[in-house]
């Protein structure tokens, strides 16, 4: 009798087991508060930041250049941004420096696609690159006003990443980069 038992559940675990199939990895979600836009200034340009951010002033390396950092500490990110003056500097190197630096992530990237800016009343241009796929660098931007100003910035996380896992968070600043270029004042024309 003990013997049937044994064989029935032996023959039953066998007939219950399916294929093991491992599930895809998953990322947590991640859920932003709603912000509230801030005023950032200085004494070449103002533009609006969202509250969830700060901003971190850095030295110059060049003595004309301003540097600054837009840190999201809650998600490893930073915007590495410098501005500037068109004075001493040349605006076709500049842009084609930029033009450079988002395309030199291409062997690694699944796809570089460019945004056109422009906004007539404000006096500025520029555009904004969207690279694909687990670069070091997802998103670059520039902003000029084509005589005398020019805004570059770069967004890093401080981690290696996967393009899936930070899909929101990149999405979640590039709609902040979007935001920062339409409300950008130049104070020197």
């Not at 696609?113 to 690279?131: E, M, V």
């Not at 770069?154 to 990149?170: G, N, R």
């Amino acid at each position: 009798m003990k013997a049937g038992i044994l064989c029935l559940f032996i023959i039953l675990s066998f007939l219950s087991c399916d294929e093991y199939t491992p599930k895809p990895k998953g990322y947590q979600r991640a859920v932003r508060q709603p912000v509230e836009y801030i005023e950032f200034s200085n004494k070449e340009l103002s533009f609006l930041y969202p509250n969830d951010a700060r901003i971190e002033p850095l030295i110059s390396g060049a003595k004309s250049e301003t540097w600054f950092n837009l840190h999201y500490s809650q998600y490893n990110a930073t915007l590495h941004c410098t501005y500037i003056p068109l004075l001493n500097q040349n605006l076709n190197k500049l842009l084609d420096d930029s033009y450079q630096l988002a395309y030199s992530h291409v062997s690694m990237a699944q796809g570089i696609s460019q945004t056109q800016f422009s906004d007539s009343l404000r006096r500025t241009f520029g555009i904004i690159y969207d690279i694909r796929g687990s670069v070091a660098s997802p998103v670059q931007f520039y902003i000029t006003d084509n005589t005398s100003n020019f805004l570059r910035g770069s967004l890093y996380f401080d981690q290696t990443i996967k393009a899936d896992s930070v899909a929101q968070i990149i999405s979640f600043i590039r709609k902040d980069i979007d935001h920062i270029m339409e409300s950008l004042e130049w104070k020197k024309r």
